[in-house]
């Protein structure tokens, strides 16, 4: 077996270092003030069919982890995702009622828009590495996602507080995941912390940490870059077949 020192908390404090992602565009407009809070709900209507998707490639990642004692946090996960059982409570809701509290967005509203070719690319390669690739990328790929949500959660949270959109005490989703996922991301790397030992299992780990940080990353910054984008649709249906067909 080949082994090395690899430290995985050092390998992803070096790739999000690099990555620099605290600065993104979309981050920065919001802490100068120059983000148009039309611009912003319009983007984070999207961000919210990312937010209903992201259990779904985590399930199917669940399912491929070979040991019960390490897929249980990330079924716990799963589980916290919609709601330990209560969907009104589930994060997809919670997203819905920030967006009601932002600009008196209802799920009506949503479901006028279309997909963004941003968020089909964000979910739709989750979906891919979840499912198709090992399940060591997979824990990479989401668990990097996932600490990087805490941050990112604080960073909007304060700035739709400092740009005086809602109060602290109207402050919804943003609040929670700002600890919440700080564990989740503490949950899947747990999982590959002893595989990192291998040089070869490293490979994989790493490859999975770069393209989420990447994915992620690229996500904002398409956001930001088309935030002047509206585009409605006339057919009511799902964005994806994948998601099932309505009765």
């Not at 070096?14 to 120059?34: H, M, R, T, V, W």
């Not at 148009?36 to 984070?44: A, N, R, S, V």
């Not at 996922?181 to 747990?190: G, P, V």
Request: aromatic share 12%; net charge negative.
């Amino acid at each position: 077996m080949k082994k090395n020192n690899g430290n995985i908390t050092e390998k992803i404090d070096s790739i999000l270092s690099e990555l620099n992602y605290k600065n993104n565009p979309y981050f920065q407009s919001l802490a100068d003030g120059i983000f148009d809070k039309d611009d912003f709900i319009e983007t984070q209507i999207q961000f919210y069919f990312a937010v209903t998707f992201f259990s779904r490639p985590m399930a199917a990642l669940a399912a491929k982890i070979p040991l019960p004692h390490m897929r249980l946090e990330v079924v716990r996960n799963v589980w916290e995702e919609h709601g330990e059982g209560n969907l009104k409570k589930a994060h997809a809701h919670t997203f819905e009622e920030l967006l009601k509290r932002l600009g008196n967005i209802n799920l009506s509203d949503i479901d006028k828009r279309s997909l963004w070719p941003e968020i089909r690319i964000f979910n739709t390669t989750l979906s891919g590495v979840c499912v198709l690739d090992d399940y060591m990328t997979g824990v990479g790929t989401l668990g990097i996602i996932e600490q990087m949500f805490s941050d990112i959660s604080s960073i909007i949270g304060k700035e739709i507080v400092k740009n005086k959109w809602l109060s602290e005490d109207q402050l919804i989703h943003y609040n929670l995941h700002e600890k919440l996922d700080e564990k989740h991301a503490r949950d899947f790397f747990s999982i590959v912390e002893k595989a990192y030992e291998n040089q070869e299992h490293q490979y994989y780990i790493d490859q999975g940490m770069w393209m989420g940080a990447t994915l992620f990353n690229a996500l904002y910054t398409g956001l930001f870059e088309h935030r002047k984008r509206r585009v409605f649709r006339d057919v009511k249906t799902l964005h994806s077949r994948a998601e099932g067909i309505p009765c």
